[in-house]
């Protein structure tokens, strides 16, 4: 079955204090500093779920961007994802408030054994009701390779190929451990499952050795929903052959020209005997939605007044591996070697018009890019862009919470929904049944060449 294309949201959110948007933490119109308590998550899931939303996304790292002034110092002033507590917490509180929203959160594969991840989100998924998704990832930051007795961070040809050889290790646990009717329930003749029918999976590979069996039962989705984000070519093949859902961050004339991220990852997931239709893109937003324009407008220059330069500095020059401390930020970008800076901020110069704009400007503008900024009205317009090109759902970035999500599920949801783009009930089932109609991975995605049936 089918489902007819409809445009999906996601909250996008981590358990720190600042995730993104950094400064703003110190406001007195948001609850960041409130992160290590249940109480905002529980709410803001319930809100979501009042606001129809598909699901909240939780990431997550596990070291800290300590390249920028050459350590950790600015991070952890600027409370820039540190403190930051494991997510996967915060999933069973979120899950016992609401019935429906889906719940995926982040785990690096450099940092659970297979064996225990797969354990871990089995039983997320059982208490869930098949609510979970995994966002997968290879981890960037060199932290987090010392951080897990790696001499340093592996290289990313490394992390991609642990990569998929855990992905195989898990899905053997969750697909081929167990077959559907091992579970028998017998309670009268005290059988509770069929030993014939769970295996072991004996899986031996160049990082890993799992005997098994899974320790869970089948849970509804056996295979958590699964999201990927990388950028890179490998990063793009990997989502391809795994992924259900993909995180892009693009500008929209890239999205609707010839190098288009989505269509390449269609083209390659074809090429893995995947039906590209299998898979959902969600473009990254940060909407700020104001009565009018110029409420808006208003608005967003009061966020900007808390936002912090350093903060940012240090959140780029983590990610990128590249100290941005020495860039002199009032130089027009023309005049900056970009050489020695990689990918990010060479995409960003080259990509943009006005060499003669400072690299503060730059960096503010980069920032602002992804803003989506107006009275809900056109802030559907812009989503509605992004969907007609092949967009099929955001991943909504706060700028203060909840009020980001209670500007934008009062003002602009009810305008989506009246356009007949956002949902306006949930459809029945496990987050993957109400995105694709299926409670399972489809037959044709890799996870499913393990199942014994
Ligand atoms: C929306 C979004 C969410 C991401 N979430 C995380 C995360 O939680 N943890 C993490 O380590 N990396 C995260 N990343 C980074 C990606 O996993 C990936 O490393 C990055 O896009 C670079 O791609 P590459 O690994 O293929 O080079 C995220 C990226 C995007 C766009």
Redesign the pocket.
């Known amino acids: 079955m089918t489902l007819p294309r409809r445009m999906l949201l996601n909250a ?1 959110s981590m358990s720190c204090i600042s995730h993104i948007h950094h400064g703003l933490w110190s406001r007195s119109d948001t609850r960041q500093l409130d992160y290590a308590s249940f109480a905002p998550w529980t709410e803001l899931a319930q809100l979501l779920e009042r606001g129809c939303f598909d699901s909240i996304f939780l ?3 596990i070291g800290t961007h300590d390249v920028f002034r050459d350590g950790a110092d600015t991070s952890v002033v600027e409370a820039m994802q540190i403190p930051i507590n494991d997510p996967a917490m915060l999933i069973p509180a979120m899950a016992q408030v609401t019935e429906h929203l889906g719940l995926a959160y ?1 785990s ?1 594969v450099l940092q659970i054994p297979p064996f225990t991840f797969a354990r871990q989100i089995s039983t997320l998924d059982h208490l869930t009701q098949g609510r979970v998704g995994w ?1 997968i ?4 930051l060199r932290n987090a390779g010392t951080n897990l007795g790696f001499p340093g961070l592996p290289s ?1 040809e490394e992390r991609y190929n642990r990569a998929d050889e855990y992905l195989d290790v898990v899905y053997k646990l969750w697909e081929g451990s167990w077959e559907d009717d091992a579970v028998l329930r017998d309670v009268v003749r005290g059988r509770y499952a069929d030993p014939a029918k769970v295996h072991a999976i004996n899986h031996a590979g160049e990082y890993y050795k799992v005997e098994g069996p899974h320790l869970c039962e089948p849970s509804p989705q056996r295979t958590p929903l699964l999201f990927q ?4 070519t ?2 793009r093949a990997f989502a391809a052959q795994h992924a259900e859902c993909v ?1 892009v ?1 693009d500008s929209l004339a890239a999205l609707n020209g010839p190098a288009s991220v989505v269509r390449d990852i269609q083209t390659q997931a074809r090429a893995f005997g995947r039906n590209p239709d299998e898979i959902r893109f969600f473009q ?1 937003l940060s909407p700020v939605v104001g009565g009018t324009e110029a409420d808006a407008k208003a608005k967003l220059d009061d966020y900007m007044e808390s936002y912090s330069m350093d903060g940012a500095l240090a959140h780029i020059s983590g990610t990128m591996g590249v100290d941005l401390d020495g860039v002199d930020l009032e130089a027009p970008i023309e005049s900056i070697e970009v050489e020695a800076l990689r990918g990010w901020v060479k995409g960003l110069i080259d990509a943009n018009p006005k060499k003669t704009q400072t690299f503060r400007d730059l960096i503010r503008a980069r920032t602002l890019e992804r803003f989506i900024v107006g009275a809900p009205e056109q802030v559907a317009d812009g989503m509605e862009a992004w969907f007609n090109a092949g967009i099929d759902g955001f ?1 909504l970035t706060y700028s203060v919470t909840p009020g980001t999500f209670c500007d934008f599920i009062d003002g602009v949801v009810p305008v989506l929904q009246k356009r007949g783009l956002a949902q306006t009930e949930y459809a029945p089932g496990t987050f993957r049944e109400k995105l694709f109609g299926h409670a399972n991975v489809s037959k044709d995605h890799h996870a499913a060449s393990y199942r014994r049936d």
């Open positions: 996008f990431a997550d790292v982040t690096s966002n990832v290879t981890s960037a990313h984000a990388g950028s890179s490998r990063g995180f961050v990254g991943n």
